[in-house]
């Protein structure tokens, strides 16, 4: 667990310009941050297949994707345009990862919503890992996955 949504950026080996503390503020009381890295976020509610396309940044947002003991959200956007997304961990139905040697796509699905977040393999490694714990419990996968 991380007390600060920098902490667990910095653990993560990723930065974020300012949206670490847009993420900070939107934590509610009592949930405890499991994960925090910035990553390109995209959000569909179709199940097309996971093509990895790190460099098409249409209908993607940068910004920060956060794991807690309640849910997984994201914070985004530039300026005055800010990008807010939640999804409480007891939505949580699947999640499925296609990657290349260093980068890839990881789909986390909802009831009602499907998260598609980019990144450096070891960071969605890592977010899966911590989807898991937070949805099963800190026993699941085992290990470090970096």
């Known amino acids: 667990m991380y007390s600060t949504v920098k902490e667990a950026l910095k ?15 939107e934590l509610m009381q009592n949930e405890e941050i499991h994960f925090a890295a910035s990553v390109n976020f995209s959000m569909t509610r179709t199940t097309e297949n996971l093509k990895i396309d790190p460099f098409k940044l249409k209908d993607k947002v940068n910004g920060v994707i956060v794991v807690t003991n309640k849910r997984i959200y994201f914070v985004g956007g530039f300026g005055n345009r800010k990008t807010s997304v939640q999804m409480p961990i007891k939505n949580f139905q699947s999640m499925d990862r296609k990657s290349s040697l260093r980068m890839g796509k990881l789909r986390i699905q909802g009831m009602t919503s499907m998260f598609i977040v980019d990144g450096t393999t070891g960071v969605l490694k890592a977010l899966e890992q911590a989807v898991n714990n937070a949805v099963y419990g800190d026993d699941v996968g085992g290990g470090n996955v970096f």
Not at 14 to 24: C, D, I
């Open 11 to 25: 653990n993560s080996g990723t930065f974020s310009l300012g949206q670490a503390g847009k993420a900070e503020r």
